[in-house]
């Protein structure tokens, strides 16, 4: 998978031609963990479990980072992160709760990608929500920036890339 990253959209999405092992003929199953400000990364989770249902996955759960449901990541094949991006317009953004998203329980083993909604500029912050998902032992194929204005659109892309990852061709 190869990608152009800009200064409005970022994304880390990774494919050294291991593609992770997940699709099998069963449906695939994700757990959404998530942390909003505004509403804005919460209705991009909910953008994102309704894109996956359509590809006939199953959402096990969606929860708040702060308050995850563990019986939902542990059913899932596949656990996705979403928070937003906190700091300035131009300087100091980074990922909120990143301490919190890494120290979630253990996911040792668990396949995971992550999403960030920004407003302006999100610099680094998607580097730094998949190495706080990481710290959880989380096996992370990628992340996605979603601009706070173009949802939709970035939510389809998320979910088109993430689907090129776990699905063998």
């Known amino acids: 998978m190869t990608s152009v990253p800009s200064s409005r959209h970022r994304e880390t999405f990774v494919d050294d031609g291991a593609v992770l092992d997940l699709a099998e003929s069963q449906p695939m199953k994700a757990a959404l963990l998530v942390e909003s400000l505004t509403g804005n990364t919460w ?13 006939r996955w199953t959402i096990t759960g969606m929860s708040k980072v702060g308050h995850p449901d563990l019986s939902s990541i ?7 992160v979403g928070t937003w991006t906190h700091g300035l317009f131009v300087v100091g953004q980074a990922p909120f709760a990143a301490g919190n998203i890494a120290n979630l329980p253990t996911m040792r083993g668990k396949k995971a990608a992550c999403f960030l909604t920004f407003a302006l500029h999100a610099g680094k912050s998607i580097d730094k929500l998949t190495d706080a998902v990481r710290q959880t032992g989380a096996d992370v194929a990628g992340g996605l920036e979603l601009r706070r204005d173009r949802l939709d659109e970035h939510t389809d892309l998320f979910v088109e890339r993430l689907l090129d990852v776990v699905q063998p061709a």
């Open 74 to 80: 542990q059913r899932a094949d596949l656990v996705l």
């Open 43 to 55: 209705k991009a989770a909910d953008l994102i479990a309704d894109k996956l249902q359509q590809e």
